[in-house]
C-alpha cells in the first residue's frame, strides 16, 4: 500500500499557505491598530474640545461684568435705603442685653 512517510499535503503548499495566514495576521493587526489609533485621537480632540468649550462658554465678557457689579450695586443700596434710619433699634432687633 503506502508507506508510512505519505503527506496528504505538498510542502510547498503548507508553506505557501503558512506564510499567507501570517500575512492576513500582520495587515489586520496593521488595520486594528490603524483603526484604534484613529478612534483615540477622535476621543482625545472631542473631550479636549468640549473642555475647551465649558471654560469658554463660563467667562463673561466685560460688558458683561460691568453689567452685573451695576446690578449689585443697584441691588445693595436699594436694600440699604429700605432700613428705616431714624429708629434707635439695633438692625437685628434683638433686645439690649442688661446686667442687673
Not at 469658554?56 to 452685573?68: D, H, Q, S
Request: hydrophobic content about 35%; some cysteine; charged content about 25%.
Amino acid at each position: 500500500m503506502s508507506s508510512g512517510n505519505s503527506h496528504l499535503v505538498e510542502p510547498g503548499v503548507k508553506y505557501f499557505i503558512q506564510e499567507s495566514l501570517k500575512q492576513c495576521s500582520e495587515l489586520k493587526k496593521k488595520y486594528y491598530n490603524l483603526y484604534f489609533n484613529i478612534g483615540s485621537f477622535i476621543f482625545i480632540v472631542g473631550l479636549m474640545g468640549i473642555i475647551l468649550w465649558v471654560k469658554y462658554k463660563g467667562k463673561l465678557t466685560p460688558i458683561e461684568k460691568n453689567f452685573r457689579n451695576e446690578q449689585q450695586k443697584q441691588y445693595i443700596l436699594e436694600k440699604l435705603k429700605a432700613i428705616p434710619q431714624n429708629t434707635k433699634t439695633m438692625i437685628t432687633d434683638l433686645p439690649k442685653w442688661e446686667q442687673y
